[in-house]
């Protein structure tokens, strides 16, 4: 992990916060960013229902940088720029630019296609779904909370097949038991990952100085002046991003203007190798996604490397596999198990490389004396122990009333904040554009080692309930939140109102989103996605289907599963310690745990190894001073690519049919 800092862990300096240090004045939260933030809350949302939810087209909140949230403060920074050079009256500073985009970033992650938007899918899918065949209506719908579903079948037709206004037409009160109990759930669980932050804060940005490579962008597109805007080397990468993502734009609509091959889908590997074992490679794609190589550009490059090594040693596991016959094994070769078993180490280690300051943290939170100093802080560590605790609690009490045991609520979000954690130190140390870690979940680590004839009916109908925020953490909201902390602490945006911003804004966001999400699908239907089947009918058809596979057909526990898990976490653990130990040693096991597995570095593993390769040669033959000049144009990259692929989702927002996506695909 992070090399030890140069400064005595003993010594009271290393627990003082750096704005204490420095004793700057922290520039204030206006209430006038505060406000454009919450104005544009709601028209993010509709966006986001309209392009990922009903066309299911740009997907752009699965991504580590939230694009539409880019593409947002980019217009405003861009007015603002040219208002300032214009008129004699102050625009908006870097502060107010910041803040909402950390307003905009933190709920958008909530909201996102991997969270709400799948949630979308579990409250109607098994009773629309309900046939002879299936049985759902005997094997499921009894022991669902109604509290938290809806099965009014007249009701939810229009949900699946549109043409109705979901507030003129008396659906509301139908809906409105289960919007405001999933809200409270949504609320709680996201306000508990501010509150973990607290305690991570200082220790990853302060001591270790984490990279957090996610929020390079934001940072420049908002620094006083117009240095970034005025940078020819940024406005040549954005035009050429631009330029052919027009270009393939308009292919799209019209087949006769010449498409510029960037990531076709024939160009993967796995359709060269026809011969066995090698056709076992899986889909490999050679493509040039410009957003990609822009982002990867500023990845650390022992990270980078080692992602793309454990990247082929997963692919040498499909073909090592094939060879000698262990796809006869069920499951093989494990990778949702190995990436589980290693993000179980990674907050090990975390803890163990950080156990000084969390000693500390907690001797202030039970009345010690210590000399760790939380004045600074986003709120006292005591103030957000007792959060968590009032987190914890009320989430206890609904999983009760839910049906799920006191025992598997402490093993299930045990496992959940563990997971929360460690994907918020990949994204601080490693930044990856798409941190994809399906099935790294607590359910299928709980499954997996005991089976499911433990949990019993009620436990069992609970984790199908909640998978729609632990299904690939794509879109996990602690991340954001801490990079938010991050450009905090780099423009001094006081600390403590920031922290209730991110948490108040929290609530009012779940509930409009719920509304608007409604709206849109009654009046356009579920089962209109283009990329079929879909974010609203994927993740319910799939999530009953298995959850009706559980009760019919219980699994016992899965030995090979758990000696992944071990061996993920004991491998996991060598590395770590090598990285301590040996200076030398090449090996991240933040590289391990997303190399291993996710089925999205397919798609940009090649546009990894590219950036990564050209940044390492600006670095050995140019050093630090030809990186920093040529930085500005892998980050017109990015932006045109976001730039362009929101004019396209935006343009079929307003002609209302689905056009040229950037990602995906």
């Not at 043409?163 to 037409?169: A, I, L, P, Y």
């Not at 957000?384 to 598997?408: D, E, K, N, Q």
């Not at 090598?578 to 933040?590: A, D, E, G, N």
């Amino acid at each position: 992990m992070k090399r030890k800092s140069t400064r005595s862990l003993t010594s009271p300096s290393f627990y003082r916060s750096d704005l204490s240090r420095l004793n700057l004045a922290s520039p204030p939260v206006t209430l006038r960013a505060v406000l454009l933030g919450c104005i544009l809350l709601p028209i993010n949302a509709y966006w986001i229902a309209m392009v990922e939810m009903v066309w299911h087209g740009f997907h752009f909140s699965a991504t580590s940088i939230p694009m539409n949230v880019i593409f947002i403060v980019f217009i405003i920074a861009l007015l603002n720029t040219l208002w300032k050079r214009t008129s004699s009256r102050s625009g908006l500073s870097q502060t107010e630019l910041l803040v909402i985009y950390i307003m905009l970033a933190t709920t958008t992650s909530v909201i996102a296609h991997d969270n709400m938007v799948s949630l979308m899918g579990l409250f109607a899918h098994p009773f629309w779904f309900a046939t002879a065949e299936n049985e759902w209506v005997q094997i499921l719908q009894p022991h669902l909370p109604k509290w938290l579903v809806v099965e009014q079948v007249n009701m939810i037709r229009p949900f699946y097949e549109g043409g109705s206004n979901f507030f003129t037409e008396g659906y509301l009160r139908y809906w409105i038991i289960p919007i405001l109990n999933w809200t409270a759930i949504a609320s709680l669980i996201f306000l508990l990952t501010a509150f973990l932050n607290v305690f991570l804060r200082r220790r990853w940005i302060e001591q270790e100085k984490l990279p957090y490579p996610i929020v390079q962008l934001p940072l420049d597109m908002t620094t006083h002046g117009t240095q970034f805007f005025l940078h020819r080397g940024m406005w040549l990468g954005f035009f050429i991003a631009v330029i052919i993502e027009i270009i393939n734009g308009l292919n799209f609509l019209y087949p006769v203007v010449p498409l510029i091959p960037i990531r076709e889908k024939t160009a993967d590997l796995s359709l060269w190798l026809k011969n066995e074992p090698w056709n076992s490679i899986g889909t490999t794609y050679l493509h040039l996604r410009l957003f990609m190589i822009g982002l990867c550009f500023l990845l650390p490059l022992d990270l980078s490397f080692s992602t793309v090594f454990f990247y082929w040693i997963r692919k040498a596991q499909f073909i090592g596999g094939k060879a000698a016959g262990f796809y006869t094994i069920p499951y093989y070769p494990f990778q949702p198990h190995q990436a589980a078993g290693a993000t179980i180490a990674i907050f090990v280690i975390v803890l163990w490389i950080g156990r000084k300051h969390f000693q500390e943290i907690a001797k202030k939170i039970i009345g010690m004396f210590t000399i760790i100093d939380d004045s600074m802080e986003p709120m006292r560590y005591r103030t957000a122990a007792l959060g968590t605790v009032i987190c914890f609690l009320l989430l206890y009490v609904i999983c009760r009333w839910a049906g799920m045991s006191t025992w598997v609520f402490l093993l299930f979000f045990g496992l959940y904040v563990i997971i929360s954690v460690t994907v918020t130190r990949i994204r601080a140390e490693l930044g990856p554009p798409v941190h994809n870690m399906g099935g790294v979940n607590p359910q299928t680590i709980l499954m997996t080692i005991v089976g499911t004839r433990p949990f019993g009916t009620n436990n069992l109908v609970v984790f199908s309930l909640f998978s729609w925020f632990n299904g690939s953490n794509r879109s996990h909201p602690m991340p954001h939140q801490l990079e938010g902390f991050k450009l905090a602490h780099h423009t001094g945006i006081g600390h403590k109102r920031l922290i209730w911003v991110i948490a108040l804004t929290i609530i009012p966001a779940v509930f409009s989103a719920f509304s608007i999400y409604l709206y849109a699908l009654y009046r356009y239907g579920a089962s209109i996605a283009v990329d079929a089947p879909g974010q609203v009918l994927g993740p319910g058809q799939s999530t009953y289907q298995q959850l009706a596979s559980w009760l019919q057909s219980p699994r016992p526990s899965d030995l090979y599963g758990t000696l992944a898990i071990l061996l993920g976490f004991t491998f996991t653990m060598f590395l770590g310690a090598m990285r301590l130990k040996c200076v030398w040693w090449p090996f991240h096991p933040v590289g391990y745990v997303t190399g291993i597995n996710g089925g999205t570095l397919d798609h940009f593993w090649f546009a990894l190894a590219i950036s990564s390769s050209l940044k390492y040669c600006f670095l050995k033959y140019g050093g630090a001073r030809l990186y920093r000049r040529i930085l500005p144009f892998f980050l017109g990259l990015v932006l045109g690519d976001v730039v362009s692929g929101s004019y396209w989702s935006i343009l079929s927002v307003i002609v209302q049919m689905p056009l040229y996506v950037v990602w995906f695909w």
